[in-house]
């Protein structure tokens, strides 16, 4: 998973005459997504996007000191299937971008690790697979890119088996915190031997 972080002062997304989303000061990320990735790299690019130091401290002005985290600020994420090109002779190939539903499923994953992980309000996003228009002030200026490291096939063979835990466990307290109907603890009814 790819990420062009910018720090910006202001950022928006629109659609033809719609705005679709905007924030002040914080940052904007262009987000790729590549064939090979997975909830693995939707973690690792949720964990640095809220944590990478790119703003000053307020009391000292020491520069990289600071996240969007520690100052409350906004991020704005803008998916970018265009990051994962090669390109053959003049033409641009995107042969290695992850594709359709599976692109969006990965994408809406990471934006609601970002939510629960943060705070809802103060994460944005454009309109997935839209042909949209991306407007930053950006702030120093100050642009990165960042992706996610190479995973082993034994971490790639890992992660089914950790989300099979994982959602039976979430049935398992489904279940535990399914309400009686009746109200009552469970009723055995009378039983009587025959003559």
């Known amino acids: 998973m790819k990420a062009i972080i910018q ?4 950022a928006k997304v629109t659609v033809g005459d719609e705005l679709v989303s905007s ?3 914080g940052l ?41 985290v520690d100052q409350q600020l906004e991020i704005l994420c803008v998916s970018q299937f265009t990051l994962y090109h090669r390109m053959k002779g003049n033409r641009p190939d995107f042969s290695r971008a992850m594709q359709g539903a599976d692109a ?22 454009g ?8 407007h930053i002030q950006n702030d120093g200026p100050v642009t990165l890119e960042i992706e996610s490291p190479a995973q082993s096939e034994q971490e790639r063979q890992k992660l089914p ?3 099979d835990h994982k959602a039976k ?4 307290q489904a279940v535990k915190a399914e309400p009686n109907p009746d109200n009552q603890p469970g009723r055995i009814d009378k039983l009587t031997l025959g003559d």
């Not at 309109?127 to 991306?134: E, H, I, K, L």
């Not at 466990?169 to 398992?172: F, P």
């Open 28 to 68: 904007c990320v262009l987000v790729g997504i590549s064939t090979d990735d997975n909830a693995n790299d939707v973690d690792w690019l949720a964990r640095k996007l809220l944590n990478i130091r790119l703003f000053e401290e307020p009391s000292t002005g020491k520069r990289w000191m600071e996240s969007v």
């Open 7 to 10: 720090r910006v002062t202001a």
């Open 169 to 172: 466990v979430a049935n398992k």
């Open 161 to 163: 088996r950790a989300q």
């Open 104 to 125: 969006q499923q990965l994408y809406g994953t990471l934006l609601q690790k970002l939510r629960d992980q943060y705070a809802p309000e103060r994460i944005q996003d």
């Open 127 to 134: 309109r997935f697979g839209a042909m949209m228009q991306v």
């Open 23 to 25: 924030i002040g000061r």
